[in-house]
């Protein structure tokens, strides 16, 4: 049996790109100063004491990697013996936003410019904005800028409550972002208002608008829920998941993976909301997936919850929660399976702002086909893909060089 695995440890940049100047990353390194912060004791000690304790993730050589990347040492405990096949890849694609990260990472680089919103206020063009309102049957809309998603709703939620006018709002990625009260303003009342917004950004060539609810109140705070929704644009050209499904292969994807790629090439599809959920949901999926499946996973928690709240403790206690399920995965994994765990771009919880940093991410490689040692510094994302499609006796992909 040959299966593929790929487990996307969302923003786990491992140090600054060479291009990284160019979008105001110089210095960014995500898994080094969280390294750095837990070694030094600067981490939330009332959270979590002492230094970030991963041995799994490091026996598959990601230390060696993001040593590697960033061109220092860490401050981390190394393993005695390693047994993945490691490395650090550059991004190829422009931006550092999710879609270009994932759809480069399965053989389709975004080599085109995305339309990004301006750091102005309001941000949105105005004939944008009516239309939305227009549409959308609105009284009008709330926001109107560049924020952080958690924030927004505590500055804007009461206000959202008295009018039932949506947040609307956006970032340093190609996005547009609709948060709106789950239980007043409505769940499919929001769904179908980022629909409308969806047909209307294509023209502005905006990757993704997603739908953030939220429940709660002014008394007792705001709290964003599960059924967050991404309606991305459909990718440029074929994916690794395009060419299997074709193939008659199966394409598993867990968490937001699905809506990143608007569902295309896609054969099931499993919500889960978190990172414990999605590997519950990963881990139950390896026991009946079939010959030449790809179980592809995104834990969202790293970026979402902890990367743009730039919260290091917190991030720091999730990977040493997702190191604990490694041995987990291996374990479900058949003989001729081979995982592969990555990132998509970084987003440094030490880095002033609050949006996504260009990076290396890390490479690791792993399975009963897979030999340990440095696979080195890779050109690509896209060397994943090509290397998944020889592991699945697929057709060589248009980017990527195989590292098996």
Known sequence: MRRAIVVVLDSLGIGAAADADRYGDHGADTLGHIVEACAARRADSERRAGPLLIPHLAALGLIEAAQAARRAALPAARPACLTGRFGHAAERSRGKDTPSGHWEMMGLPVEFDWGYFPHTQPCFPEELTHALIERGALAGILGNRHASGTQIIVELGAEHLRTLQPIVYTSGDSV????????????????????????????YRIARVIARPFVGNAADGFVRTGNRRDLATPPHGPTLLDVLQAAGGEVICIGKVADIFAHRGVTRTMKAHGNRAVMEQLLQAMCTASDRSLLFANCVDFDTNFGHRRDVSGYAGALEEFDSYVPLLRAAMQPGDIGIITADHGCDPTFPGSDHTREYVPILAFGGAVTPGSIGARASFADIGQ??????????????????
């Open 387 to 404: 290397t998944l499609a020889s592991h699945l006796s697929l057709p060589a992909l248009d980017a990527g060089i195989s590292f098996l």
């Open 176 to 203: 547009l972002q609709i948060a709106a009260h789950e239980e007043r303003f409505g769940l499919e009342r929001l769904y179908a208002l980022c629909r409308i917004a969806r047909h209307l950004v294509d023209a």
